[in-house]
């Protein structure tokens, strides 16, 4: 009897912040066979946890026609999937060339360039942040003004906060865009920077499968000027009205994207003027939104997008109401960390789901603004949010670490 297999493009570099391994995972219980197709494949450590992985050249689209049509001569080949944002059109390039179900390439290409995204839901009359699209300093300086500071700047291509920083005078907005600019930045396509109106207010996002909202987040940051999660809640505090506002503007911006295939994230500020779209991400989102989602409502995102990808009928109803939350322990400053500990003591708190940390003793710590700040997370869960975020502040301060901070050179 041939295998079935479902064909994993690339994979996440972040073990603990991505859910590459949770796929894995989800595919094997699903009684498939992962096999993954990587530039690198030793770049990403859970692949050992029963994944095969192939090394191929994933930008080269015949390589990638070539290895999938030689795997499907020993094996089934139920589907093809990334949790991988840079290959995700390539997915679905991939999908349609196999005749499997996948989303549309054409729609994920768009979606991706933050810059069209912003012109598609503006020409749909979604309600957006005012935006420009600069290439140098000189016009990012007078593109600020006529957005008005303060401004966040972010490169047009890009996940994960990384190179998103908030400017609150041109001197920050010439130094980051000098920064972007400098070859210090890496850059998934050709160099070009987003300046966005600062949308003030509280910070929501949209778990969408297909056309429908699953679940509604609400997420708080660490310092600016930068933009890292420090906590993520679920359900979000929203009226009802609040509530469905967010899912009518979810599903305009899907119409606008031609988007409603697979998992879709969209975030939300909520203004004066109501809740404005600051990015739709066409993919599934990286930790800690399936954990959450799945303690809150007991829908598992990753299966069930898998169902799709497979091709079977996904199950999205809602089996439990609870409260769920996660807290991302983030570095209150550079130097090397001496020891961080508590974890065991933290984790035996009732209700407290999940304790991890992703570094150790004696490693460097140089904050960048972004996701790679994270030292690690503690997730909790109970009937009410109330209850929940007192088991999760509970936990947290029982989490203990010290940071040395490097030497001053001037000094």
Same mark, same amino acid.
């Given at each position: 009897?041939?295998?079935?297999?479902?064909?994993?493009?690339?994979?996440?570099?972040?073990?603990?912040?991505?859910?590459?391994?949770?796929?894995?995972?989800?595919?094997?219980?699903?009684?498939?066979?992962?096999?993954?197709?990587?530039?690198?494949?030793?770049?990403?450590?859970?692949?050992?946890?029963?994944?095969?992985?192939?090394?191929?050249?994933?930008?080269?689209?015949?390589?990638?026609?070539?290895?999938?049509?030689?795997?499907?001569?020993?094996?089934?080949?139920?589907?093809?999937?990334?949790?991988?944002?840079?290959?995700?059109?390539?997915?679905?390039?991939?999908?349609?060339?196999?005749?499997?179900?996948?989303?549309?390439?054409?729609?994920?290409?768009?979606?991706?360039?933050?810059?069209?995204?912003?012109?598609?839901?503006?020409?749909?009359?979604?309600?957006?942040?005012?935006?420009?699209?600069?290439?140098?300093?000189?016009?990012?300086?007078?593109?600020?003004?006529?957005?008005?500071?303060?401004?966040?700047?972010?490169?047009?291509?890009?996940?994960?906060?990384?190179?998103?920083?908030?400017?609150?005078?041109?001197?920050?907005? &010439?130094?980051?865009?000098?920064?972007? %600019? +400098?070859?210090?930045?890496?850059?998934?396509?050709?160099? $070009? *920077? #987003?300046?966005? !109106?600062?949308?003030?207010?509280?910070?929501?996002?949209?778990?969408?499968?297909?056309?429908?909202?699953?679940?509604?987040?609400?997420?708080?940051?660490?310092?600016?000027?930068?933009?890292?999660?420090?906590?993520?809640?679920?359900?979000?505090?929203?009226?009802?009205?609040?509530?469905?506002?967010?899912?009518?503007?979810?599903?305009?911006?899907?119409?606008?994207?031609?988007?409603?295939?697979?998992?879709?994230?969209?975030?939300?500020?909520?203004?004066?003027?109501?809740?404005?779209?600051?990015?739709?991400?066409?993919?599934?989102?990286?930790?800690?939104?399936?954990?959450?989602?799945?303690?809150?409502?007991?829908?598992?995102?990753?299966?069930?997008?898998?169902?799709? &990808?497979?091709?079977?009928?996904?199950? %999205? +109803?809602?089996?439990?109401?609870?409260?769920?939350?996660? $807290? *991302? #322990?983030?570095? !209150?400053?550079?130097?090397?960390?001496?020891?961080?500990?508590?974890?065991?003591?933290?984790?035996?708190?009732?209700?407290?789901?999940?304790?991890?940390?992703?570094?150790?003793?004696?490693?460097?710590?140089?904050?960048?603004?972004?996701?790679?700040?994270?030292?690690?997370?503690?997730?909790?869960?109970?009937?009410?949010?109330?209850?929940?975020?007192?088991?999760?502040?509970?936990?947290?301060?029982?989490?203990?670490?010290?940071?040395?901070?490097?030497?001053?050179?001037?000094?």
């Amino acid at each position: 009897m041939i295998r079935r297999t479902l064909i994993l493009l690339e994979g996440n570099i972040q073990y603990s912040t991505g859910n590459g391994l949770l796929y894995v995972q989800a595919a094997q219980r699903l009684g498939l066979h992962p096999i993954a197709l990587s530039a690198d494949p030793a770049q990403y450590d859970y692949f050992a946890a029963g994944c095969e992985a192939i090394s191929v050249d994933t930008s080269n689209h015949d390589a990638l026609i070539h290895e999938c049509s030689r795997l499907g001569e020993s094996y089934d080949i139920a589907g093809i999937t990334s949790v991988n944002e840079s290959v995700y059109s390539t997915v679905g390039t991939l999908c349609r060339h196999f005749d499997l179900p996948g989303p549309n390439p054409a729609s994920i290409e768009q979606c991706c360039d933050k810059f069209t995204q912003r012109q598609l839901l503006e020409k749909a009359r979604v309600p957006i942040p005012a935006y420009r699209l600069v290439e140098n300093a000189t016009d990012a300086e007078r593109a600020a003004s006529e957005v008005g500071l303060p401004v966040v700047l972010k490169p047009a291509v890009g996940i994960g906060s990384s190179g998103v920083r908030l400017c609150r005078n041109l001197e920050e907005v &010439v130094e980051h865009t000098t920064y972007l %600019l +400098g070859g210090k930045h890496r850059w998934r396509s050709s160099p $070009r *920077i #987003l300046i966005e !109106e600062f949308a003030q207010g509280s910070h929501y996002y949209a778990k969408i499968m297909g056309n429908e909202v699953l679940a509604i987040g609400a997420a708080s940051f660490g310092p600016a000027p930068h933009f890292v999660y420090s906590e993520v809640t679920f359900p979000a505090p929203l009226a009802d009205h609040e509530h469905e506002r967010i899912v009518d503007i979810s599903l305009a911006s899907l119409r606008a994207l031609e988007l409603g295939w697979g998992p879709t994230g969209i975030e939300f500020r909520w203004t004066k003027r109501g809740p404005v779209v600051i990015e739709v991400n066409p993919r599934a989102g990286g930790f800690p939104d399936p954990q959450l989602v799945q303690l809150a409502y007991g829908i598992d995102l990753v299966t069930e997008h898998l169902k799709l &990808v497979i091709g079977e009928e996904s199950n %999205l +109803g809602r089996t439990r109401s609870h409260a769920a939350a996660a $807290r *991302i #322990l983030l570095p !209150e400053c550079d130097g090397m960390l001496d020891w961080i500990g508590g974890v065991s003591r933290a984790a035996a708190v009732p209700g407290v789901k999940e304790v991890k940390l992703y570094v150790k003793p004696k490693t460097p710590i140089t904050r960048v603004g972004d996701y790679r700040d994270w030292l690690g997370h503690v997730i909790a869960s109970s009937s009410n949010p109330t209850q929940t975020e007192a088991i999760l502040r509970h936990a947290v301060d029982l989490i203990g670490w010290t940071i040395t901070p490097f030497p001053n050179p001037a000094e």
